[in-house]
């Protein structure tokens, strides 16, 4: 008998090209050289590359995290070049924000903030439109024919009298043009790709397995490593002992980065087995004594402290004196938000080769010139000396812009003198994160006599994620703590305010960041005001929606498609909810039972409306998959401390939304010739207050923070 031993994604890659007889592959994804050796290789802009076998590479300076952008951004490029999107194949960027900067978020290389298709609907359609201009002047200059005689189609430059030229065989002359500056593009009326929906181009190589992602990267004399960090975030390590850890099987060395102590091996399961052996001495430093508890109470406190300096967003009116002068006719309420992890299902990892005073990274990340820059910084070597090859990316949610694993990575490498490869547990990832801060918001309205609110105040207190990782100073606004904040009701005076306060644990960006937190406040409070009115949640919002037309026809839409008003089905209730976020307009309408207190979500009625579509498959997905993920913070999200120590470690404690947990989902999507908006994001914060409304229109029990678990239920 013969044993073969094969890894799962052998298997996977052996068993879909045995039954496909071949390879599918429209993406490429193994660095620009790989992709492009196909032939001689043109470069008319930095977008767009074209060899003499006519293949063209879009060159993305996005991640692709699983939001589509390998098929929206191809999509761009291909409507203006007049060819099928299988014709382009993708390339990731090299690090280089003067040219491949998101200036959405302000100029650095960064995949975020549901901008990536907003951000690159001009460039990339400037870019494709260029490179058709050239193309066209290669062919009239080729055959001395007047440009206006000749037109791009299919791969081909056509003209008079039969005579044709591929792109390939045009590419050398184009790129030796002047590159238009204003090019002409297509009137979106004439769009054949655009607002199609499109089946993702990375779907085969994600589901042969011949797809990149981190872990699955090899290098020759590569070695593993993993990395025992300080239980408490922020200590650091004292002493420690690996004698025994040495003699353990396929050790190669033991080595201490300022993060912790890095085991390094021939296999990442000697390397994770032997840091049982590595006895550590720890300084906790710090938040030894950290509690998530008395994180809450200290932004609590802040909140309301007397001589606290939030900063102000604009205001109407003076919300303060009409509130004084409404005496008992004032509504407050205070609403809290947990910690929360990211917890992609690739946990962090990367590889670094140290060599030569050269470092090559290669992996997942969302921020590529921050990690090139600052790893060049850490080990020495001119930023020129520093490659990056992004891979796929196993889920980011905000995560991977952190790039602490890869400095991590970069520094075990120098230590060791070989490429390596750090991999995190699950337990590492869930238990060091830049989770997503604690906040504290508190609302009130003076409520007039028809029970409309006259004024209304907002204080939103948490940390600034945004001061942390860009050292913004205290005194400076962080615009993205503002996000929702400011919601679209006509009030007469309002007053908005966000009060910054550092409660001792590392934030990061999650899911729609500030949304999240925002939008729960403000959509709960403005139901809590229609209960208070005794008046319908829907039609109260319409009423006070008399000038936002974009806001009041998603409203509105949305209830006509969910059945609002009507009889929801026995042992149901609905829930409402409205925001605007990313430039995107989006009403939802939760529908729930209640068993014992657990909250079953049945099904989600979703109207959005985003401006103009690229890719109208890849946002209905997006806006699925951003409620499952606001759904699981919403009904299970929590992380807890316990003396500066996280106390969930894996999915067993830090509860995921199951398959068979996932509402039914409706959504429709609004046509519209508004520039394009954001829509990985807006569903994750919608979705929280639209089923807490529901709850309230089931029980009575008004929900004021997350989760929603039946013991809170129970108390409310």
Request: proline residues 6%; hydrophobic residues 40%; positive net charge.
């Amino acid at each position: 008998m013969t044993t073969i031993t094969t890894s799962r994604r052998g298997f996977l890659q052996a068993s879909t090209l045995a039954a496909s007889g071949g390879l599918l592959l429209g993406v490429d994804v193994g660095g620009l050289g790989k992709a492009l050796a196909a032939g001689t290789v043109h470069t008319p802009n930095a977008w767009v590359h074209i060899s003499d076998d006519n293949t063209i590479t879009l060159i993305s300076a996005r991640s692709e995290m699983g939001q589509g952008v390998y098929t929206s951004m191809p999509m761009l490029i291909a409507e203006e070049l007049n060819v099928d999107i299988k014709n382009i194949r993708v390339a990731m960027a090299p690090p280089n924000g003067k040219i491949y900067g998101n200036a959405l978020l302000g100029g650095p290389q960064l995949t975020g903030g549901s901008t990536s298709v907003r951000d690159g609907w001009d460039k990339l359609r400037v870019a494709g439109a260029q490179v058709r201009m050239m193309l066209v002047s290669a062919a009239a200059l080729k055959w001395n024919i007047p440009e206006d005689q000749l037109r791009a189609e299919n791969g081909m430059v056509l003209g008079p009298k039969g005579k044709k030229a591929t792109y390939g065989q045009l590419a050398a002359d184009a790129a030796r043009l002047p590159v238009p500056q204003t090019p002409k593009l297509k009137d979106p009326k004439d769009f054949r790709i655009v607002g199609k929906p499109t089946k993702r181009l990375d779907t085969p190589a994600k589901t042969n397995g011949t797809a990149e992602f981190g872990i699955d990267v090899k290098l020759p004399g590569m070695v593993y490593a993993a990395l025992d960090q300080c239980p408490v975030i922020g200590g650091k390590v004292k002493s420690f002992d690996a004698s025994a850890a040495k003699k353990m099987p396929g050790v190669i060395d033991v080595v201490q980065i300022p993060d912790g102590v890095a085991v390094v091996a021939d296999t990442w399961w000697h390397a994770n087995k032997a840091r049982t052996g590595v006895k550590i001495e720890w300084d906790e430093g710090a938040g030894a004594s950290l509690t998530d508890k008395s994180m809450l109470e200290s932004i609590k406190a802040a909140a309301v402290a007397e001589g606290a300096k939030p900063l102000p967003l604009p205001k109407a009116g003076d919300a303060d004196a009409v509130i004084k002068a409404a005496g008992a006719k004032v509504f407050k309420a205070e609403y809290v938000m947990p910690l929360l992890s990211h917890s992609p299902l690739e946990p962090m990892n990367f590889t670094a080769w140290y060599h030569d005073n050269k470092v090559d990274l290669i992996g997942p990340t969302q921020w590529q010139d921050a990690a090139a820059g600052t790893v060049a910084k850490v080990c020495g070597v001119p930023i020129e000396n520093v490659t990056l090859r992004t891979t796929f990316l196993g889920g980011g949610f905000g995560r991977r812009i952190d790039i602490d694993f890869i400095i991590q990575a970069a520094q075990i490498s120098k230590a060791v003198g070989k490429p390596v490869k750090l991999v995190w547990t699950r337990e590492d990832d869930m238990t060091h994160d830049f989770y997503r801060p604690q906040s504290v918001h508190h609302l009130a309205a003076a409520i007039g006599d028809d029970g409309k609110p006259t004024a209304m105040t907002f204080r939103m207190t948490s940390q600034s994620v945004t001061g942390r990782v860009f050292g913004l100073p205290a005194p400076v606004q962080d615009p993205l703590m503002t996000e929702a904040a400011m919601a679209a009701y006509e009030i007469p005076a309002t007053k908005h305010e966000i009060l910054k306060h550092d409660a001792g644990l590392r934030v990061g960006y999650w899911r729609s960041v500030s949304h999240a937190l925002n939008a729960f406040a403000n959509e709960t409070f403005i139901d809590e005001l229609a209960a208070n009115a005794k008046q319908d949640p829907y039609q109260y919002r319409m009423s006070l929606l008399t000038s936002k037309p974009r806001f009041a026809n998603v409203l509105k839409q949305v209830a006509e498609k969910s059945g609002w008003g009507t009889a929801a089905p026995a042992g149901r209730s609905r829930g409402i909810a409205l925001m605007e976020g990313y430039d995107t307009y989006m009403a939802m309408v939760a529908e729930i039972s209640l068993n014992n207190g657990a909250i079953t979500v049945h099904k989600v009625t979703t109207v959005a409306d985003l401006g103009r579509m690229v890719n109208p498959d890849t946002v209905e997905a997006q806006i699925q998959s951003s409620i499952v993920f606001g759904l699981t913070a919403a009904l299970y999200g929590e992380i807890n401390l316990d003396k500066g120590r996280v106390q969930q470690t894996n999915f067993h404690q830090y509860r995921l939304l199951r398959m068979n947990e996932s509402p039914e989902m409706v959504t429709v999507l609004v046509p519209s010739t508004e520039k394009p908006g954001g829509v990985g994001e807006p569903g994750t914060a919608l979705i929280g207050p639209a089923v807490g409304n529901a709850v309230f229109a089931a029980t009575g029990k008004r929900l004021r923070s997350m989760p929603f678990t039946p013991e809170k239920i129970q108390s409310a």
